[in-house]
């Protein structure tokens, strides 16, 4: 059995196929409207809008991407200059130095924690 994700692919290549075949059909051979039983008055505005409307609509997405990206570029701030945050990791490595122990101090503690920790029988 398939997944509902595969369901719901195949429905949609279904779909896909099906519009693809009617619009190249339209295009090419707009008399076979005729043959369904559609009026062929109104044959020769056919090519006109299968071309037009497909056009027409990949026009409003590419200018719905580009005002989305303008958006996002109007609305974001500015990042911080390279120099201010190369000078902001100098200064946490240098606070990171001042809080470390001199060597001297870290020793002993260094060798009580190689002590092993002996458990008590019960």
Not at 13 to 29: E, G, S
Not at 87 to 107: D, G, R, Y
Request: proline share 9%; aromatic share 10%; net charge negative.
């Amino acid at each position: 059995m398939v997944s509902k994700d595969q369901a719901i692919g195949g429905i949609i290549f279904i779909v896909c196929v099906v519009i693809a075949v009617f619009y190249l059909v339209t295009l090419f051979y707009p008399q076979w409207l005729s043959i369904v039983g559609i009026q062929a008055t109104w044959i020769p505005d056919v090519q006109f809008w299968v071309i037009a409307v497909p056009v027409l609509l990949a026009f409003i997405a590419i200018m719905g991407i580009g005002a989305w990206i303008g958006w996002t570029m109007a609305t974001t701030p500015p990042p911080k200059p390279i120099e201010e945050i190369t000078s902001e990791i100098e200064e946490k490595k240098e606070e990171e130095k001042v809080e470390e122990k001199p060597p001297e101090e870290a020793a002993p503690e260094a060798e009580e924690q190689k002590k092993p920790v002996r458990k008590r029988r019960s």
